[in-house]
């Protein structure tokens, strides 16, 4: 049975797999046998979970990449492929978020936001396509959040970006099936991460959420562990175009 979770002999590239949701996911992929490209802007992040999947046994680099550049993508992907000479496995995970008023959000924040949540994961997908063609255990695992389902008054840019996240996933799904790749989408509820740290340093937005989760906390970045390993792994090989929450009942509350 434990043979449909491994993930020995492939490859996962996780976009922002430096820090928070992204970490907890690369190193659950390293656990289950994946060798690992981390991308991230900060070098210094990148280097340490490189460390952290080497002590795994796993083999890790870590490219400097602001994947709102689609020429750093590419070069990105170019470095794994003469590291690595394939990629089985997408994880596009960096995010951003930023809002306030909608009728006062500038044009800035909306590029920024949907640049980094939504075009770069449309361009990451479109650069991997050869590389998880040619795999036979094509995979992309695309990260929503909450508001990828529900309205966002406060962070109306983060959740355009989110809710298109969800239509990238099932439209790719559909029209790579052919090609043997699986697109997945998870939804994290509340993870405590540093994009969260204001949240939960605030005591009324904390208990508001604490309240509206079922489980009654946030989760742990390594939660999301276990859901990304089932979608990159054998074990999902008909699963595609699936939404998935990883929320403690958030999303059926
Ligand atoms: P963090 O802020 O902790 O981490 C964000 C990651 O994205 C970092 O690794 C950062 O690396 C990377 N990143 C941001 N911008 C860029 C860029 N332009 N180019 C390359 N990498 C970039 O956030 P989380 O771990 O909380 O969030 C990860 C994902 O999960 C996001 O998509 C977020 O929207 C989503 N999510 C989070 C939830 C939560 O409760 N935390 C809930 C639902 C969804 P660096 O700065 O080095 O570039």
């Known amino acids: 049975m434990s043979s449909l979770f491994d993930l020995s002999g492939r490859v ?6 430096n820090g928070g949701i992204g970490r907890g996911i690369a190193l659950g992929l390293a656990g ?7 991308l991230g802007r900060d070098e210094a992040k990148n280097a340490a979970v490189v460390e952290e999947a080497r002590a795994l046994g796993r083999r890790a680099i870590g490219v400097a990449c602001d994947v709102r550049e689609r020429g750093q993508i590419e070069a990105a992907f170019a470095i794994a492929e003469s590291e690595f000479g394939r990629l089985d496995i ?5 995010g951003i978020a930023a809002g306030g008023r909608p009728e006062e959000i500038p044009a800035e924040t909306w590029d920024a936001v949907l640049g980094t ?6 361009h990451a997908c479109q650069v991997a396509y ?3 063609a040619a795999s036979e255990h094509g995979k992309v695992i695309n990260i929503g959040s ?3 389902l529900f309205g966002a008054a406060g962070v109306l840019p983060y959740s355009a970006s989110k809710g298109g996240v969800v239509q990238l996933t099932k439209s790719l799904a559909v029209a790579w099936a052919r090609d043997g790749i699986q ?3 998870i939804v994290p509820g509340w993870i405590r991460t540093e994009m969260t740290a204001g949240v939960q340093a605030n005591e009324r937005s904390y208990t508001r959420i604490i309240e509206r989760t079922p489980a009654r906390r946030f989760g742990e970045p390594e939660e999301l562990a276990g859901a990304a390993v089932f979608l ?14 990883v929320d403690g009942g958030y999303a059926a509350g």
């Open 146 to 148: 909450e508001y990828s």
């Open 12 to 17: 996962a590239l996780v976009t922002g797999g």
């Open 90 to 94: 997408l994880v596009n995970n960096a």
């Open 117 to 122: 949540n939504l075009t770069a994961m449309f």
């Open 32 to 38: 289950a046998g994946a060798d690992l490209v981390i």
């Open 130 to 132: 050869p590389f998880l």
């Open 183 to 185: 697109v997945n989408c």
């Open 232 to 245: 990159a792994s054998e074990a999902s090989d008909f699963v595609t175009g699936v939404v998935l929450p």
